[in-house]
């Protein structure tokens, strides 16, 4: 249990549940292969069962930290600031993005969009989930769209989400990681067929890098 304090600051966004920071190099979508620095936020209730980062899920499990910390550590390292998580939109972005920006930094979020959008971006990636389908705010400001390919159905999904995503969204199909051989190809195909879509991999995996 937090105490009363601390779960105020929290409330407000002057503390969030700091999981693990890194510097490293955009291993996804539009931005790949570009220095960044990334924070990842605890905190997630969308429950994707092939997630990555299940030990981001419970909030309690990472220290509340306070934006300042947060932001001294950033500016040291990257002009770039990735905010990921967890879902990083279950808490209020607005006092931690105000203050990077303060410091001259680009930031980037990467958000299943299942809350609503709060804090200041310079990118938006919104990667959709079916179990809790993005909020009409984050489908109106993303500037890419990531939607994770598992099975053959991911790509009825893929193109629902293209429709209610902004017109402006750069789209993209990315291979859930323990399925890639068996979808890599038939995301090849269907970029080939279907050329508004780009492929995005997880680079950082090939490379071996955080
Ligand atoms: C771990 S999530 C954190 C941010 C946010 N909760 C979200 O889902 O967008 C970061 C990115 O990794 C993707 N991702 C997670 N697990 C994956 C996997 N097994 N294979 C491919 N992409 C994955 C997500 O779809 C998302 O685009
Ligand atoms: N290198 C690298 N690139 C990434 N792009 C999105 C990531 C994430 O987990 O949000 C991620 C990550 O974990 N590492
Ligand atoms: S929404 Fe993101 S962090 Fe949450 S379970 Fe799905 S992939 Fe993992
Ligand atoms: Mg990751």
């Known amino acids: 249990m937090l105490s009363k304090e601390v779960q105020l600051e929290v409330n407000k966004g002057a503390m969030l549940p700091l999981m693990e920071e890194f510097y490293t190099i955009q291993g996804e979508g539009f931005h790949t292969g570009t220095a960044a620095y990334f924070i990842r936020i605890g905190g997630c209730d969308v429950g994707c069962h092939w997630c990555d980062v299940k030990e981001s899920w419970n909030a309690e499990l990472h220290p509340p930290t306070g934006i300042e910390q947060i932001v ?6 990257s002009e770039t600031v990735v905010i990921t998580g967890g879902e990083p939109l279950m808490w209020d972005m ?30 938006i990636c919104l990667s959709p989930k079916k179990n809790k389908l993005p909020t009409e705010t984050v489908y109106d400001n993303a500037h890419e769209l990531k939607v994770i390919i598992y099975n053959k159905h991911d790509f009825i999904f893929a193109e629902e989400q293209a ?26 195909d269907y970029v080939m067929n279907n050329p508004k879509w780009r492929v995005s991999l997880q680079t950082h995996k090939y490379l071996n890098i955080p």
């Open 163 to 188: 429709e209610k995503v902004n017109p402006n969204a750069i789209l993209f199909l990315q291979p859930e990681w323990s399925k890639k051989e068996e979808m890599t190809p038939l995301i090849v």
């Open 94 to 123: 607005s006092l931690l993005t105000q203050k990077l920006k303060e410091n001259n930094r680009k930031v980037h979020i990467e958000t299943s969009g299942a809350y609503p959008l709060t804090g200041t971006w310079d990118w």
């Open 72 to 77: 001294t550590n950033a500016t040291k390292y």
